[in-house]
């Protein structure tokens, strides 16, 4: 069993919103290259940090120690690393494609996302 049924089950209201830059909630959407921007630094990149979970954007900005870039999780910053939460591979393909999870990884990434809204909202 993979991603889209595991999260349909799990996450009823789950939609993509990667590529989108307006929504009819009020939810402020980012394209990747919008996200991109938000690594912390000097124009063009923005001051604040954000980092991506299965395509929810969290502003982690109150931890550059962590997710500044070269911190130990700078990788993440304005991009969404989904699968990289997962498999570990940081220097490698940092993707939001986790459609070869198995049921089992994507229950561990909903509680990286679940972690997330703790922490960030």
């Known amino acids: 069993e993979h991603l ?33 921007l938000y690594v912390g630094g000097k124009p063009p990149a923005k001051q604040q940090i954000y980092v991506a979970i299965l395509g929810q954007v969290f502003d982690v900005s109150k931890a550059p120690h962590f997710y500044s870039p070269g911190e130990g999780y700078g990788h993440f910053a304005g991009t969404d690393g989904s699968k ?27 509680g990286w996302l679940d972690f997330y809204h703790k922490v960030c909202t």
């Open 4 to 36: 889209p049924s595991v999260l349909s089950r799990l996450w009823p209201n789950h939609a993509d919103h990667s590529s989108s830059s307006s929504s009819s909630s009020g939810e402020q959407l980012f394209t990747r290259e919008q996200l991109a």
């Open 84 to 110: 990289s939460f997962i498999t570990g591979d940081f220097a490698g393909d940092i993707t939001d494609d986790v459609s070869s999870l198995d049921a089992e990884s994507c229950l561990a990434l909903v």
